[in-house]
């Protein structure tokens, strides 16, 4: 069944009028009943009777009150196809790492939901190895996260680096010094993240030429919780600024006295998709406008 005719079929009961209906549509009469005649032949019914006056047939009363609906769905339908071709509507799967997933996430895609309340996004949180599996299964379609060890068929687009900072508890034998080194950490443990962690694998690195091996560590697989583990005396650890947003209580920081040390972060999808289109393209740009606009500035390296 053709809808244009069906939905030619409505307005000319809507406005009880062939004439009316055409005006309306932007047909010619001749138009708007030649798809009433189709409509007629395909369903082998008289719908209007032929005459001075606007009347519907039995069968055409009938008829019109069961496609009143089929004919607001599709209407519908239409819509939401627009809306996606223009980008306006989707359900995306988003994946990001801590401490991004709660430091700046939430805030930005408030803003990015506010502007296009028709997209539905659902938000995964992991490590960056995890993240990049994850795509590649194509089980997500974006991950914000920090570089990863590019493999075959994933595109990674650095958007910003964070400066590490010691974050240790109050009364800690270091919190005399004014920024650590390294080598302070002899016989500290430091916290560090999951073993599959991309900077984890940096600051052990960092910290056993200092230190020599093994190093006295524990490991906290939530980047989030890192700050609360550290609150509580377990150890000190070498975190991003974003995570210290709001220091937690009894905590204190202390720069790296050695050279410089950031994470980079930015947002990773598979390359078979670039360049994004519709409502996964319109969330990448806004991520990489806000993320370069509200980081915290620090070097790439």
Not at 25 to 46: D, F, P, R, W
Request: glycine share 8%; proline share 5%.
């Amino acid at each position: 069944m053709d809808l244009k005719s069906l939905k030619t079929f409505h307005r000319i009961v809507a406005l009880g009028s062939f004439n009316r209906a055409a005006e309306e549509l932007n047909y010619a009469q001749s138009t708007v009943t030649m798809q009433i005649q189709k409509l007629e032949a395909e369903l082998g019914i008289t719908l209007i009777e032929r005459g001075r006056t606007f009347q519907l047939t039995e069968a055409g009363r009938l008829f019109h009150e069961q496609s009143t609906g089929i004919v607001k769905e599709m209407e519908r339908l239409q819509g939401r196809m627009s809306d996606w071709m223009l980008g306006e509507t989707g359900e995306l799967r988003l994946g990001a790492v801590e401490p991004l997933a709660s430091a700046m996430l939430p805030r930005l895609l408030q803003e990015f939901l506010t502007a296009y309340p028709k997209i539905g996004i659902a938000v995964e949180i992991g490590s960056t190895p995890l993240l990049g599996e994850r795509l590649l299964r194509g089980e997500l379609d974006l991950a914000v996260c920090s570089r990863p060890v590019i493999g075959e068929g994933l595109y990674f687009e650095p958007l910003f680096s964070e400066e590490l900072i010691f974050l240790l508890p109050e009364g800690h034998p270091l919190s005399v010094l004014e920024r650590i080194a390294f080598r302070d950490l002899r016989d500290h443990r430091i916290l560090l993240t999951a073993k599959n962690c991309p900077y984890r694998h940096k600051v052990e690195m960092l910290v056993g030429e200092a230190c020599g091996s093994p190093l006295n560590s524990m490991e906290i697989s939530s980047m989030a919780a890192m700050k609360h583990y550290a609150a509580c005396g377990l150890g000190l650890a070498l975190v991003p600024h974003s995570l210290l947003d709001p220091l937690p209580a009894g905590t204190l920081v202390r720069e790296v006295k050695d050279a410089r040390i950031s994470v980079t972060f930015g947002l990773l999808c598979r390359a078979s998709d670039v360049p994004l289109k519709l409502a996964l393209g319109r969330l990448n740009d806004f991520l990489k406008e806000r993320l370069r606009q509200d980081a915290v500035p620090a070097p790439m390296i």
